[in-house]
């Protein structure tokens, strides 16, 4: 099946907001650690998921992770469209 590409300028901006706060996670990954999680043995869990948070909204951005959201969501709610 395929699925049609939509763009959406709220995925976009959502997506380019959500990549900026995984790239301050990473920046500022001591300082997370330090102050949120448990200090030094956090900094590479925070540098880890800023990364995951970066990705994430660039697919988001793109509207990749919108399309594969709603493509679960059709399979498993056959009604929903």
Do not use: C, H, Q
């Not at 994430?56 to 056959?78: C, E, H």
């Amino acid at each position: 099946m395929l699925m049609e590409y939509e763009f959406s300028a709220l995925w976009l901006i959502l997506g380019i907001l959500i990549a900026a706060v995984g790239v301050l996670m990473i920046r500022y990954y001591k300082e997370i650690g330090d102050n949120l999680v448990s200090g030094v043995r956090s900094y590479d869990k925070v540098k880890f998921w800023g990364v995951i948070v970066a990705v994430g909204g660039a697919l988001t951005a793109f509207g990749i992770l919108p399309m594969i959201v709603k493509a679960i969501l059709r399979a498993v709610i056959p009604g929903l469209d």
